[in-house]
């Protein structure tokens, strides 16, 4: 399985609206295909998002017809367009942003095509950099974990929302693949189940013992001792160590603190965002009522009931017990130890 793939002038995505019953892909030709792909939720998950809009920047090139001026002007719009498509993982404008700084150093090249080649050679080396930091994450994030664990997560920060391997799922594949003796207790994640239907799926293929709750379920299971660490992913961790992530978050950790359980947050640097200072910053997105209203097209609900639907929350630093980072795990105060980590990497 293949969360992402460059075929030359397309992008192969996995459908992860359909999995786990229908394991289907898409292609994508041109950016607006893309951003289409990302808004639908076929592929999601904060470095999965970066990767992806950096391969859809470089079809807005290829997909170009025109002047040389035009294909300018041309990329500024498709630079929006994506831009526009999830606002809460930072991820997405990081490799935007990386993607301008590379057409800004070819912008003298005579040949347009040149320019395209050196694109698609950026979002090439942003895919590849993710497969590296999730690596390196993992064997951080091993070190946490005890030689028995029972570990919590939530949503999915495996390899389907990521190039490869994944955050918090690269971080228990590791320790599994080291021989520890690893479960995982894995939240269904209302209202999409990324939990039930995403990381239950690549944690029983990857043969790691998992079980599956529904999300009010965490707390008893805390209560009971039955869960040693919490470890989640990240759409952005700002620069005094909030973080936003999947909704649900939030209410896991302030259950980890009250229970004494390290909370762990797995996130690659290009997830960190020190722009902002604390994460009341964080743009959270609000998501179609009729997530919540319907299940797999049937509803659930009384047709007109009042929805809310944010897809993120923000969880205060103070019940962060760590970051694990491609660069090694960050401790309180993150607002020191995040620009360190920065500075010395
Ligand atoms: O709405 P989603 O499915 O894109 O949300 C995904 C998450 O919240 C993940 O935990 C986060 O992006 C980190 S993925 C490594």
């Given at each position: 399985m293949k969360t992402i793939e460059w075929l030359g002038r397309s992008l192969k995505v996995i459908d992860q609206t359909k999995l786990p019953a229908e394991e289907v892909y898409c292609e994508a030709k041109t950016h607006e295909e893309v951003a289409e792909l990302i808004e639908s939720m076929v592929v999601r998950g904060a470095p999965a998002i970066g990767a992806v809009v950096a391969y859809?920047?470089?079809?807005?090139?290829?997909?170009?017809?025109?002047?040389?001026?035009?294909?300018?002007?041309?990329?500024?719009?498709?630079?929006?367009?994506?831009?526009?498509?999830?606002?809460?993982?930072?991820?997405?404008?990081?490799?935007?942003?990386?993607?301008?700084?590379?057409?800004?150093e070819m912008r003298d090249a005579e040949d347009l095509?040149?320019?395209?080649?050196?694109?698609?050679?950026?979002?090439?080396?942003?895919?590849?950099?993710?497969?590296?930091?999730?690596?390196?994450?993992?064997?951080?994030g091993n070190t946490l974990v005890p030689e028995k664990a029972t570990i919590l997560t939530h949503c999915n920060a495996g390899a389907l929302a990521t190039v490869e391997y994944g955050t918090a799922l690269g971080v228990i594949r590791t320790a599994f693949e080291a021989g520890k003796t690893v479960h995982v207790y894995a939240t269904e994640t209302r209202p999409l189940l990324q939990g039930a239907r995403l990381t239950a799926w690549e944690l029983f293929k990857a043969g790691i013992p998992v079980t599956l709750i529904a999300d009010n379920m965490a707390g008893w299971l805390m209560q009971q001792d039955k869960i040693d660490l919490v470890i989640v992913g990240a759409d952005r961790v700002v620069a005094n160590g909030d973080t936003a992530n999947k909704i649900g978050t939030y209410s896991l950790a302030v259950l980890a603190h009250t229970h004494g359980i390290p909370f762990y947050v797995a996130a690659p640097?290009?997830?960190?965002?020190?722009?902002?200072?604390?994460?009341?910053?964080?743009?959270?997105?609000?998501?179609?009522?009729?997530?919540?209203?319907?299940?797999?097209?049937?509803?659930?609900?009384?047709?007109?009931?009042?929805?809310?639907?944010?897809?993120?929350?923000?969880?205060?630093?103070?019940?962060?017990?760590?970051?694990?980072?491609?660069?090694?795990?960050?401790?309180?105060?993150?607002?020191?130890?995040?620009?360190?980590?920065?500075?010395?990497?």
């Amino acid at each position: 399985m293949k969360t992402i793939e460059w075929l030359g002038r397309s992008l192969k995505v996995i459908d992860q609206t359909k999995l786990p019953a229908e394991e289907v892909y898409c292609e994508a030709k041109t950016h607006e295909e893309v951003a289409e792909l990302i808004e639908s939720m076929v592929v999601r998950g904060a470095p999965a998002i970066g990767a992806v809009v950096a391969y859809g920047y470089a079809l807005g090139a290829l997909e170009f017809q025109g002047s040389r001026e035009e294909f300018f002007a041309h990329l500024e719009n498709v630079q929006a367009r994506l831009k526009a498509t999830r606002p809460t993982a930072v991820n997405l404008s990081w490799a935007l942003r990386r993607m301008e700084d590379r057409l800004r150093e070819m912008r003298d090249a005579e040949d347009l095509e040149l320019i395209c080649a050196a694109l698609v050679d950026e979002a090439n080396a942003i895919a590849e950099d993710d497969r590296r930091m999730n690596k390196l994450i993992g064997e951080y994030g091993n070190t946490l974990v005890p030689e028995k664990a029972t570990i919590l997560t939530h949503c999915n920060a495996g390899a389907l929302a990521t190039v490869e391997y994944g955050t918090a799922l690269g971080v228990i594949r590791t320790a599994f693949e080291a021989g520890k003796t690893v479960h995982v207790y894995a939240t269904e994640t209302r209202p999409l189940l990324q939990g039930a239907r995403l990381t239950a799926w690549e944690l029983f293929k990857a043969g790691i013992p998992v079980t599956l709750i529904a999300d009010n379920m965490a707390g008893w299971l805390m209560q009971q001792d039955k869960i040693d660490l919490v470890i989640v992913g990240a759409d952005r961790v700002v620069a005094n160590g909030d973080t936003a992530n999947k909704i649900g978050t939030y209410s896991l950790a302030v259950l980890a603190h009250t229970h004494g359980i390290p909370f762990y947050v797995a996130a690659p640097t290009s997830t960190i965002d020190l722009k902002m200072r604390t994460g009341m910053e964080i743009p959270i997105e609000q998501r179609s009522d009729k997530e919540m209203r319907e299940l797999f097209g049937k509803q659930i609900t009384p047709a007109e009931i009042d929805v809310y639907n944010p897809a993120f929350d923000v969880t205060p630093a103070k019940y962060i017990t760590g970051i694990i980072t491609e660069n090694g795990i960050v401790a309180p105060p993150y607002a020191v130890n995040l620009l360190k980590m920065l500075v010395r990497s």
